[in-house]
């Protein structure tokens, strides 16, 4: 009797263990648009380098009206590809009719100039499980030179993250409907992660999984013209559509303000976000939708965008001490910038953490 009993405690552990250790199905969702080229490559990485198992992942591409024969390039290369064709170029919200697709437990968004190498899906999928997190992201790096981070480039720490590859789970897909319509490039990634964090999930940061853009690094990818004008747009429609009232004039005001002081002291591109920062605004009082006070008051005090832009400035002593050649103009500005993030290493960590509101 002891011995059967001792069997049939094997079997019972044997079984948990198997539950535990089994990975769960994952849908890698593409947005393709005029890139046929490196989509043909991030598919191919995905699907015969990731080393998930064949059975448990399944590939879908949106395609953004591409003029490039990217969907003739699908049928004919990749047959088992699942293709959803949007007819006009929806921008990141493109996104949204893969992920009406998706049969997965979790969803990989990727661009399609991006994959993640060997083994990192499954160890960001293991992690998700343990840490039970809604969304997960990582490092980016250049393809021409992994060393660049674009995470360095433009920080997002845990209150954001790089679009171009990230894990969601099922779930909060399912509650969050995917992306804002009405936001079609840049700032998608920050809505997304502030009403996910007010729905109580958690953002998973992995910095030791490293996904891989196919871009050449470059020395600011968000401030060029266009950037500047989409990103004040969506920041401004952000802070309209989600903060509560003080946090949202607050942080409007504080947009509107940083883009004349970094237009007259440093680059005047920064001026054409100027007009941008309120319409966004307004669009974004015509969709309101206020999160819950603590998530709110942390993006104002802790989204470094959001901040009011003199945190940064030169006192007196510092001009004089450039003026003398003593220090550089930038490491003046450097410094305090190093402090205040210093200060919030809760939101932007140096090694893998989590966060939830």
């Known amino acids: 009797m002891l011995l059967v009993a001792q069997n049939a405690a094997r079997r019972v552990l044997a079984h948990r263990s198997f539950v535990v250790d089994a990975l769960p199905t994952v849908t890698a969702v593409f947005l393709a648009y005029n890139r046929q080229a490196q989509l043909r490559e991030s598919l191919r990485r995905m699907r015969d380098e990731s080393g998930y198992p064949a059975g448990l992942l399944d590939l879908v591409v949106v395609d953004n009206a591409s003029t490039d024969d990217t969907v003739e390039m699908l049928e004919r290369e990749y047959p088992d590809v699942t293709v959803v064709e949007t007819g006009a170029n929806l921008g990141a919200p493109g996104w949204n009719a893969g992920f009406r697709v998706a049969r997965g437990e979790y969803v990989v968004i990727l661009d399609d100039d991006a994959y993640l190498p060997t083994g990192a899906l499954e160890a960001a999928v293991r992690a998700a499980r343990e840490q039970d997190a809604g969304l997960v992201s990582f490092t980016v790096v250049s393809s021409e030179d992994e060393r660049y981070r674009f995470n360095d480039q433009y920080i997002t720490g845990l209150l954001s993250y790089w679009g171009c590859a990230a894990l969601v789970s099922r779930a909060a897909l399912d509650e969050l409907g995917g992306y804002d319509p009405n936001i079609f490039i840049w700032g998608n990634e920050l809505e997304f992660t502030m009403r996910l964090l ?21 020395e600011n990818p968000v401030w060029e013209s266009r950037g500047v004008r989409h990103n004040c747009r969506h920041w401004g429609y952000v802070a309209g559509k989600l903060l509560r009232p003080r946090d949202a004039v607050l942080v409007a005001s504080s947009l509107a303000l940083w883009t004349v002081v970094e237009g007259v002291a440093r680059d005047r591109t920064t001026l054409q976000g100027f007009l941008p920062v309120f319409g966004g605004f307004a669009a974004g009082l015509r969709n309101r939708a206020p999160m819950r006070p603590v998530v709110s008051s942390t993006y104002r005090r802790n989204f470094h965008t959001f901040g009011w832009p003199w945190r940064y400035w030169r006192t007196p002593a510092d001009r004089w001490r450039a003026w003398r050649g003593e220090e550089s103009v930038e490491l003046q500005r450097d410094r305090p910038r190093v402090a205040w993030f210093d200060e919030r290493r809760r939101f932007y960590p140096e090694g893998r953490a989590s966060l939830r509101l």
């Not at 992995?206 to 050449?216: F, N």
Request: aromatic share 10%.
């Open 198 to 218: 007010d729905r109580g999930y958690t953002h998973l940061y992995l910095p030791d999984v490293a996904a891989v853009h196919m871009k050449e690094p470059v």
